[in-house]
C-alpha cells in the first residue's frame, strides 16, 4: 500500500519522496567536498541548488560519490509521517562511513531541521549541523563551529529572506528545464499543513532578480522555467522606488516575454488566488504552458471548511470551468487527501465526484497524516481508522486512473509541440520530451538532427498509462 502515497503518474520527481542523486561540480578543485540530497518539494529542491551555491562560494565542491564527502547534508521534507521516516532510514545508512571516516560532518537542512530544531540533535546523534530554510546564509559559519567539534544550530525564519541575489548551481541538471523561486513561505494556514511552520511567513522575491535569473538560465541555452511557490498567485512585489506593483499575472508576463522559446510553467496554484488576469495571461503567450496543478484537497464542502481552504466544492469546480473557458485545451492537476478527520463515506465520495467533474490529467494523492503542531491537529481528531484511509486513497488512485487514461485516449491522433528534454529512459534511439499540457511524450529520434532542447511536433500514435507514444511529423 505503500506506493499508494505516490502520484499515479511518474512525471514530477519533487513530489514523490524520492531521494534526487546529487552532483559534481568540480571534484578536482575544492579543499573539502559535500554530498547533498533532497527530498520533498521541489521547492526544496532548488533550495538544495542555494546551498549549492552559497557553498561553492566558501570553497566547497559537490561530489556524487557519498564515500568522497567531508560534509553530507540532507534537505528534508516534513510534509507527512512518511517523509520523515525516509529521512531517518537515510540517516541510519550515514553511521558506517562516519565510523570509518570521523571528521565528516552530517547536516539535516530544510523542513524537518525547522519543525525539529535542536532536538533533532538529540534524536540523532550522528547530526553535527541543522539548519532551517531561511538560515543557509549561515551555513559556512555552521560548518566552522561544527569543525571544532560542536553542535551547531540555526533554525531562525525570516520574513525577507529570499536569496534573491544567490544564483543556484544546478545540480543533475538536464540542461533544458530548471526551477526558479519566486517566493517563500506560505500564509495559509491549510489546518492539515506544517509548511507554514517550517517556511515562515509568505514574501515574494524582487521581480528584477527573476527576470536576471530567468534571462541567465536561457542564455545558457535552457529553454523551460518553473516559477515556484507555494501559492504563486499571491506573489505580490512592490518596488519601493517607482512604487511599482507586480503581481503573479504581470510577473508570468514579464517572464514569457524573456523569449518565446523559453517556456515558463509555475506551481503551485491556490484555487482561491488564481485570477481570471493570469488565465488570460497563460491564453495570450504560446510560450506559458497550458497546465495549471490545482490542489483541491477533498470534494466536501464540510471537510474543505475544516481544512481551511476558505473555498466551496462549487466554487472549486466553477473555477476548473472557468479555467476552461479561457484556456480550452489547458491541463488540470491536483492534489488530493483521503481520511482527513471526521471524512465519511459521503464525503469521501464528494471527493471522487469532483474528480469526475474537473477530468483531472493527473493527480498526487495521499493520505491524511496528522503533523503535530498544526491546526488540525490541535483541534480535531485523527478518527479516519488507516485502513479505511487506504481503502479510500486506493479508490482515488482507481479514479485517477481511469481519468488519466481517458485523457491520454483524448491525445491519440493529435499533434503537439515537443520540448525535447533527452534520451528516452528505455532507449537511446528515442527521446523523451513534454507536450504544453505537462505530459511525457516518447518518439523515435530517426533521422533527423534534433538535440536536447530543442522544440519538434509530434503526433500522438497510442499510450501507455504514464506515456504518450508518438512519431515526428
Ligand atoms: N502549497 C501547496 C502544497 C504543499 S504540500 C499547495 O497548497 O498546494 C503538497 C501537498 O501535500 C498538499 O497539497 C497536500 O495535498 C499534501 N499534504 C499536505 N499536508 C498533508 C498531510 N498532513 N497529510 C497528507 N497530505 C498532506
Ligand atoms: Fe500548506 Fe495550504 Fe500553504 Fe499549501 S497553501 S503550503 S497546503 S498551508
Ligand atoms: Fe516538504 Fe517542506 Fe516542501 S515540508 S513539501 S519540503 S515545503
Redesign the pocket.
Known amino acids: 500500500m505503500e506506493t499508494l502515497e505516490l502520484q499515479s503518474k511518474v512525471h514530477d520527481e519533487a513530489?514523490q519522496g524520492e531521494a534526487y542523486s546529487p552532483f559534481a561540480i568540480d571534484p578536482n578543485n575544492y579543499k573539502k567536498h559535500f554530498y547533498i540530497e533532497s527530498y520533498g518539494?521541489a521547492m526544496n529542491f532548488n533550495d538544495s541548488e542555494i546551498v549549492a551555491s552559497i557553498l561553492n562560494k566558501e570553497g566547497f565542491g559537490a561530489t556524487r560519490n557519498v564515500e568522497e564527502a567531508d560534509l553530507i547534508f540532507l534537505n528534508t521534507c516534513s510534509?507527512?509521517e512518511k517523509a520523515e521516516q525516509t529521512v531517518r532510514k537515510r540517516l541510519t545508512e550515514f553511521k558506517k562511513i562516519k565510523v570509518s571516516k570521523p571528521g565528516m560532518l552530517v547536516g539535516v537542512l530544510g523542513c524537518m531541521a525547522e519543525r525539529l530544531k535542536a532536538k533533532l540533535l538529540e534524536e540523532e546523534k550522528l547530526v553535527d549541523i541543522v539548519v532551517g530554510p531561511d538560515a543557509y546564509r549561515s551555513l559556512p559559519n555552521l560548518i566552522e563551529e561544527a569543525e571544532t567539534g560542536q553542535k551547531a544550530v540555526n533554525v531562525l525564519l525570516s520574513r525577507e529572506e529570499t536569496y534573491a541575489d544567490i544564483s543556484p548551481i544546478r545540480l543533475d541538471s538536464n540542461g533544458v528545464t530548471a526551477f526558479v523561486s519566486i517566493m517563500r513561505g506560505?500564509n495559509?494556514m491549510?489546518s492539515?499543513?506544517?509548511?507554514p511552520f517550517t517556511r515562515g511567513r509568505e514574501r515574494s522575491r524582487d521581480v528584477n532578480s527573476i527576470i536576471t535569473e530567468a534571462t541567465n538560465m536561457y542564455e545558457r541555452g535552457f529553454k523551460e522555467v518553473t516559477l515556484l511557490g507555494?501559492?504563486v498567485d499571491s506573489y505580490y512585489w512592490v518596488n519601493e522606488q517607482t512604487n511599482e506593483a507586480v503581481t503573479f499575472a504581470m510577473l508570468l508576463e514579464k517572464v514569457a516575454l524573456i523569449s518565446p522559446e523559453l517556456r515558463v510553467r509555475f506551481s503551485?496554484s491556490?484555487p482561491k488566488d488564481i485570477t481570471d488576469e493570469v488565465l488570460y495571461t497563460i491564453a495570450k503567450y504560446e510560450n506559458i504552458c497550458n497546465y495549471i496543478?490545482l490542489?483541491v484537497?477533498s470534494g466536501s464542502t464540510r471537510i474543505l471548511q475544516l481544512m481551511n481552504r476558505t473555498y466551496t466544492r462549487e466554487w472549486y469546480l466553477a473555477k476548473v470551468n472557468r479555467i476552461k473557458e479561457i484556456i480550452p485545451d489547458c491541463a488540470i492537476s491536483a492534489?488530493?487527501?483521503a481520511g482527513f478527520c471526521t471524512e465519511t463515506e459521503e464525503d469521501h465520495q464528494d471527493t471522487l465526484s469532483v474528480m469526475e467533474h474537473s477530468q483531472y490529467d493527473f493527480s498526487?494523492m495521499?493520505?491524511?497524516?496528522?503533523?503535530s503542531g498544526?491546526l488540525a491537529a490541535k483541534r480535531y481528531e485523527d478518527d479516519v481508522p488507516l485502513d479505511i484511509k487506504k481503502r479510500r486513497l486506493a479508490e482515488i488512485v482507481a479514479m485517477q486512473n481511469k481519468l488519466s487514461a481517458k485523457s491520454n485516449q483524448k491525445d491519440l491522433g493529435k499533434t503537439f509541440k515537443v520540448l525535447i528534454e533527452g534520451n528516452s529512459k528505455k532507449s537511446d534511439e528515442q527521446w523523451m520530451g513534454r507536450s504544453s499540457q505537462n505530459k511525457v511524450i516518447v518518439f523515435d529520434k530517426k533521422n533527423h538532427s534534433l538535440k536536447k532542447g530543442d522544440y519538434v511536433h509530434v503526433k500522438v500514435n497510442s499510450c501507455t498509462q504514464a506515456t504518450l507514444l508518438g512519431e515526428i511529423v
Do not use: L, M
Open positions: 513530489r518539494c510534509v507527512r506560505c495559509n491549510c492539515f499543513c506544517v509548511v507555494q501559492n503551485t491556490h496543478h490542489p484537497q492534489d488530493i487527501i498526487y495521499f493520505f491524511y497524516s496528522e503533523r498544526t
